[in-house]
Structure formats: C-alpha cells, structure tokens
C-alpha cells in the first residue's frame, strides 16, 4: 500500500536536526515512500493536513524549551484538528541538561492534545548521529513509513 506524501518538518540551528531529518527521508523513500523535508520556517502546521502523515523535528534549546523557529509552527497547532493523523516525532539535545531534548516532548504532547496519533517512540540524538546512529535514523524513517499509514 502506497502511503503517498509524508512531510518532514523540522527546526535546526547548528545542522544536526536537519541532518537527522534528511537521514529519516532517506528511510521513508527506502521504504518505497514520498518524503518532503521542509524547515518550519518555510511552512505553516496547516500543511501538515494536505499529507498523509508528517514527522516534527526539534533541538530542545536551554532548559528543556522550544526553539525561536519553532514557535509560530508550535503556537499554529493550536488551530488545528489533527485527529486520525500519523505522525511522530524527532530531535537533537544535549544530555548534560536535566531536560535530555525537552522540546521532542511538548512537540509529542501537543500533536496528542492535537489529535494526531504518535506511531513510534520519539527518537533522540544528542548532538549530531554518530555513524552507527545514522543507520538508525534511516530505520526510524523505514519504520514510520511501513507502519500501515493509509491502510484504513
């Protein structure tokens, strides 16, 4: 079953998120699935509708808080009905604060307030994949693509 369109959409300030979300598509796209990456700068949460499911990727900035970028995106959600929608959720942070990718969580929490039905575990990346990371963030794509989205 063809799952059609699934967004990435992702902040990232130093590169490591976007490099994990690349990693992730590189997955949903070995999984024989469409995956469009875009900053959530470049879009709004409504885009999220026109897909079939959509993955968030956010670097937990400070003590656990969301990142500037991501703010408008986050606050957008708020307007939206994402019930029966597939997603999950993805991100870099740093494991000396006591908030380990903070931000991977209130991103979790909303799409569920949302409606939105998180499929996986969020995956979390401290820093940048590491080369025995990477294989795993492909898998995480692999994964969410093949996990029965447009099969009703």
Known sequence: MNLGKILIAYASLTGN?????????????????????????????????EYDGFLLGVYTWGDGELPDEF??????????????????????????????????????????????????ESLKIEFSPMEDEKENCRAYGRQFAQAGIGVS
């Open 71 to 120: 703010l408008d995106f986050y606050e957008e959600l708020d307007e939206l009905d994402l019930s029966g929608k597939k997603t999950a959720v993805f991100g870099s942070g740093d494991t000396s604060y006591e908030q380990f990718c903070g931000a991977v969580d209130l991103v979790e929490e909303k799409v569920k307030e949302r409606g939105a039905f998180v499929i996986q």
């Open 17 to 49: 998120t976007e490099e994990i979300a690349e990693l992730i598509a590189e997955g949903v796209r070995q999984a024989g699935h469409e995956a469009e990456l875009k900053a959530s700068y470049d879009c709004n949460a409504a885009d999220l509708l």
